[in-house]
């Protein structure tokens, strides 16, 4: 009797299943990654050819602000990936989620436009190689836990740096941006981040992030973008609308008159602070006199002169250390909107400004 002989069958193995190509930004060689796994699969190569990644974060909408924090990445990194997600995380269960801009299909536009620049430019190192866009879903994989204060659910908290200034007035901020950031940055690996000192006290909860979770990366802050007028740029201007937006400029104004006090030799708080409330109160003052067809109401949330590692408030600036001023303010909606008025995106509801300006160490003499 013979016995057939048969090939053993090789045992099973579970590959990772190779993920379906991305989609690439229109006329560009700019991947998009939708999922985690596109991403990682995509990563995984730069990897082993050592090739160095920054990472951009933004919440689309992208301005002038946005792209030179993608020129900063191209100049010194290798490849230059720019995430594009909203997250819902980062905003109160009353604030402006529904309305946020929306303009991916302009985003794709002006991404590709840099994209032809920067690879134009010989001194970059590398250009924009990939977007991470997600979904809630992909970036949640347990489920979204909600935005409520006491919303249960894997975040990451960084105390007591997030409590305070933008932390108080929006109490689920920092542990939304901490908590997704952490998720990017595990995502992307990327060698180094790229922030805008606009939201200075983000970039002062992240740093300390990554040095109290020991992550492998470097934090970068690109200077605030301005319009002419000094208005820091902001993806949120778009709600301001014309009669507002002649106002909105109180706050840089208001920091400005600060600093100057303080680059005249002025190291006390209230001293420099007072400047700023001048201008404030100038402007409230001015506004008060108007018509309600013409006026624009806004409230003061906070002027803050802080330590630049903790931001917790001085009482006089160390001038070995320096310090940062800053301010949000409320711009309300316009009373008696005028027949034909532009208001703003969305009806030109209720806006959150914020600025600032890091005062800097004194020069030795
Ligand atoms: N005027 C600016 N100059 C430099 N960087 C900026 C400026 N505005 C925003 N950034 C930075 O761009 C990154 C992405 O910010 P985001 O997408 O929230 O835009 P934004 O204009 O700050 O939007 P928002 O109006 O929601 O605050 C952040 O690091 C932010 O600090
Ligand atoms: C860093 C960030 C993209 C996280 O969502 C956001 O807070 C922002 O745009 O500044
Ligand atoms: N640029 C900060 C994002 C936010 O205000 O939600």
Redesign the pocket.
Known sequence: MTTASRTPTPPLRTRPSRPPPPEKLPNTQILVHRTVSSHRHWRRRLLHDHRTVGLV????AL?E??L??IRAAARECHAVVVSHYVNPAQFGVAEDLASYPSTWDGDAAVLAQLDRELADDGRNLGRINAVFAPSTAEMYPSGFPGQEVDSKGSFVTITPVGEVLEGRSRPTFFRGVATVCMKLFNVVQPERVY?????VQ?TVVIKKMVKDFLMPLEVIV?P??READGL?????NVYLGARRRKVATVLSRALKAAEERYLAGEVDREQILEAARRVMDDVLGEQASLRPEERVKFEIDYISLADPENMEELTAVDTAKGGILSGAIKMLPVEAPQPGEDLGHSGGPAVRLIDNIILPPAKES
């Open positions: 974060p933004t919440m689309g301005h602000g946005h030179s924090l922030f805008g000192q606009k939201d983000q690109g605030t973008m820091a740029l902001s993806s949120r």
